[in-house]
Nanobody, 126 residues
């Protein structure tokens, strides 16, 4: 069964950090570009970060606080989030691009991606 499973969400104080993980099963994640998205109620899914299949290039909607990386030995893509702010709480999802091995220069668009997981919730609260 082809699927992605996200984990690592939780409650963190403002300024804190979290590391989210996205584990693939049923296929080799290293063959595809992978992205993280987030969504809050009533809003569209927003791209956060993307990483090329070989891990050499990344793309971020916002530079500086998030770092995406991949560990092909574990069939996993991670998202390290630091300095979390009150506007960051959301359900975070990962997905793969089935057609391209690279992240689009034009932006991280959800319509390119498939195999959405169930998401992991991030809450920022003091």
């Amino acid at each position: 069964q082809v699927q992605l499973v996200e984990s690592g969400g939780g409650v963190v104080q403002p300024g804190g950090s979290l590391r989210l993980s996205c584990v693939a099963s049923g296929f080799t994640l290293g063959n595809f570009a992978v992205a993280w998205f987030r969504q809050t109620p009533g809003k569209e899914r927003e791209g956060v970060a993307c990483i090329d299949s070989d891990g050499t290039r990344t793309k971020y909607t916002e530079e500086g606080r998030f770092t995406i990386s991949r560990d092909d030995t574990k069939n996993t893509v991670n998202l390290r989030m630091s300095n979390l702010r009150p506007e960051d709480p959301a359900v975070y999802y990962c997905a793969r691009d089935p057609d391209y091995s690279y992240c689009a220069a034009s932006g991280i668009r959800s319509r390119r991606f498939v195999n959405w997981g169930q998401g992991t919730r991030v809450t920022v609260s003091s």
